[in-house]
C-alpha cells in the first residue's frame, strides 16, 4: 500500500512541480502505477442512466434504479476526470493543484479521496476495497440497464440508498393491491436459501434481498 515510504515529517516527495520534466520521486511512481491500474478497472464501467424514452414501465423500481444509475455515473465521471486531470499534471501538461495533491496523497495512503467520497455511499476501509466494492455495485445496476426489469434478488447494501429500495417496493405493494402506503408495515423473513442464484422469481409481496447485516443480534 505504500505506507512505509512515508517519512516521519511528512516529506514524501511530492515538489508540488507535477513531474514536469525532472526525475519522478517514489510517490509519484507509487501515484501513477495506482493511477493507471484504477483507470484500467473503470475502462467499460460506467452505467449510463437510460433516457426517459427507453423506459416502458414508469413503476417506482424504475424510477429508484435510474436515480441509482444517475449516482453512479457521476461518481465513475468525477473518479475519471480527476485521475486524467492528475495524470496531466505528473506528465507536467497541467501545474498540481492543492487538490490535486490531496488526491496524491489518497491513492498513496490507500485512503478514499475526499471528493470521491463526497459522492459514495458511507465507507470507512482502504480504497482498495471501496474500488472493488464499486466494481460489484455497477454491475448490479449494469444488469437493470440490459432488461429495465428489476431483478428477481437484489444486493441491498449494494445500492447508494437502500431505505429508497424499501420505499419503491412499498409504493408498488399499494398500487398494486389499492393500499395507501401508510397503511403498509416492513416486515422481514429470512428464506432458507443461501445462494441468490436459488431463487427462480421474484416476490409478488415484496422482495428478496440480500447483503443485510444485523446487529446486536443473537
Known amino acids: 500500500d505504500g505506507e512505509g515510504h512515508n517519512n516521519s515529517d511528512g516529506d514524501d516527495?511530492?515538489?508540488?512541480?507535477?513531474?514536469?520534466g525532472g526525475k519522478r520521486t517514489v510517490l509519484e511512481v507509487a501515484v501513477k502505477r495506482k493511477l493507471d491500474d484504477i483507470l484500467e478497472r473503470l475502462s467499460d464501467r460506467q452505467t449510463r442512466p437510460p433516457v426517459q424514452s427507453e423506459v416502458e414501465e414508469h413503476s417506482p423500481y424504475t424510477y429508484f434504479f435510474v436515480q441509482e444509475c444517475e449516482r453512479m455515473y457521476w461518481l465513475v465521471s468525477e473518479?475519471?476526470?480527476?485521475?486524467?486531470?492528475?495524470d496531466s499534471a505528473l506528465k507536467g501538461d497541467l501545474s498540481l493543484s492543492a487538490v490535486m495533491e490531496r488526491l496524491m496523497?489518497?491513492?498513496?495512503?490507500d485512503t478514499l479521496p475526499e471528493a470521491w467520497a463526497?459522492?459514495?455511499?458511507?465507507?470507512v476501509d482502504s480504497l482498495g476495497a471501496w474500488l472493488a466494492d464499486l466494481v460489484r455495485r455497477e454491475k448490479q445496476l449494469a444488469e437493470w440497464t440490459s432488461t429495465l426489469t428489476a431483478p428477481?434478488?437484489?444486493?441491498?447494501?449494494?445500492?447508494?440508498?437502500?431505505?429508497?429500495?424499501?420505499?419503491?417496493?412499498?409504493?408498488v405493494l399499494a398500487r398494486r393491491n389499492g393500499w395507501r402506503v401508510?397503511?403498509?408495515?416492513?416486515?422481514?423473513?429470512?428464506?432458507?436459501?443461501?445462494?441468490?442464484e436459488d431463487i427462480e422469481s421474484a416476490s409478488r409481496d415484496g422482495a428478496y434481498v440480500h447483503g443485510l447485516f444485523l446487529e446486536g443480534a443473537r
Not at 13 to 20: A, I, K, R
Not at 105 to 109: A, E, G, I, K, P
Open 118 to 123: 463526497a459522492l459514495s455511499w458511507p465507507w
Open 13 to 20: 516527495g511530492v515538489g508540488g512541480n507535477g513531474g514536469s
Open 152 to 171: 428477481k434478488v437484489v444486493w441491498i447494501c449494494g445500492f447508494f440508498r437502500p431505505l429508497a429500495f424499501l420505499m419503491a417496493m412499498q409504493q
Open 182 to 196: 401508510e397503511q403498509l408495515s416492513l416486515s422481514v423473513d429470512v428464506s432458507k436459501k443461501t445462494n441468490p
Open 105 to 109: 496523497h489518497s491513492l498513496y495512503q
Open 79 to 86: 473518479i475519471r476526470l480527476s485521475l486524467q486531470e492528475l
